[in-house]
């Protein structure tokens, strides 16, 4: 299995900018899809953004379309996700996962998590 550690969570000011770091460890992740997923307190886990083995194909969910940007550096074993024009609306935990697949959109697709780090966007 591998491990997954994430960095880069904070608090911003909506129309700020953050960008998350997730190093994996433990095996390759090269050919796994990744993803970045997140919780906001009383909801249910979402995709954000994932992006099969190679990074040629990523999926977007609508609310985050044209403000994040999810990219992997396979050489370096991280994926990161980008996010401009965040809204208060972002404000959650994000989690990092890779799946035991090539390519994976939905949350039941990945198997191996992090820990999560805390994203605020205060309005």
């Known amino acids: 299995q591998v491990q997954l550690v994430e960095s880069g969570g904070g608090l911003v000011q909506a129309g700020g900018s953050l960008r998350l770091s997730c190093a994996a460890s433990g095996r390759t992740f090269s050919n796994d899809a990744m993803g970045w997923f997140r919780q906001a307190p009383g909801k249910e886990r979402e995709s954000v953004a994932t992006?099969?083995?190679?990074?040629?194909?990523?999926y977007y969910a609508d609310s985050v379309k044209g403000r994040f940007t999810i990219s992997r550096d396979n050489a370096k074993n991280t994926v990161y996700l980008q996010m401009n024009s965040l809204k208060p609306e972002d404000t959650a935990v994000y989690y990092c996962?890779?799946?035991?697949?090539?390519?994976?959109?939905?949350?039941?697709?990945?198997?191996?998590w992090g820990q999560g780090t805390q994203v605020t966007v205060s309005s």
């Open positions: 992006i099969n083995w190679n990074g040629g194909s990523t």
């Open positions: 996962a890779a799946s035991d697949f090539r390519i994976a959109i939905m949350v039941s697709h990945f198997s191996s």
